[in-house]
C-alpha cells in the first residue's frame, strides 16, 4: 500500500449529512484493518469506526446510530456515511489502514497501531 487519500469533508449544518471516502493508491491485498479516527483542535486523536472481515465493523459510542463505515473491496475504497452531524464531530478525519485484523491494531489507543494514514480532511459542523 503506496498511498491513502481521504476526500469529502466540508464544512456543513448541524444535521446535515456527508460522506468520506478514502481511496487506496498500490498493492492493498494484505491489509485487513481500516479504520476512520478525527482529531478536534486541542484534543487527541480518537477512533471513529473500524471494519475488518473477522469482527465486521465497530464505533465509538459518539457516533453510534449516526455513523455508518463501509468499503467498497472493488477497489479497497473505505467510506464513512456521517448522518445527523453534531458540532462536536468536528475535526480533522484520517484514514487509517493495517496488515493486522482490528481486533490486534485497533487495541493501541490514539491509532498507534496502524501503520499506513492518509492526510486528513477537515469536517466543520455549524450549530
Known amino acids: 500500500l503506496a498511498q491513502l487519500i481521504e476526500s469529502g469533508g466540508g464544512s456543513v449544518q448541524s444535521g446535515a449529512s456527508l460522506t468520506l471516502s478514502c481511496a487506496s493508491i498500490?498493492?492493498?491485498?494484505?491489509?485487513?484493518?481500516m479504520a476512520w479516527f478525527r482529531q478536534a483542535p486541542g484534543k487527541e486523536r480518537e477512533e471513529v469506526a473500524t471494519?475488518?472481515?473477522?469482527?465486521?465493523?465497530t464505533y465509538a459510542d459518539s457516533v453510534k446510530g449516526r455513523f455508518t463505515i463501509f468499503k467498497d473491496n472493488a477497489d479497497s475504497t473505505l467510506y464513512l456515511q456521517m448522518n445527523n452531524v453534531k458540532p462536536e464531530d468536528t475535526g480533522v478525519y484520517y484514514c487509517?489502514?493495517?496488515?493486522?485484523?482490528?481486533?490486534?491494531?485497533?487495541?493501541?489507543?490514539?491509532?498507534?497501531?496502524?501503520?499506513?494514514w492518509g492526510g486528513g480532511t477537515q469536517v466543520s459542523v455549524n450549530s
Open positions: 498500490g498493492d492493498t491485498y494484505n491489509i485487513d484493518c
Open positions: 487509517a489502514a493495517e496488515v493486522l485484523r482490528c481486533s490486534i491494531v485497533a487495541s493501541v489507543a490514539g491509532g498507534g497501531g496502524f501503520g499506513y
Open positions: 471494519i475488518d472481515q473477522y469482527r465486521g465493523t
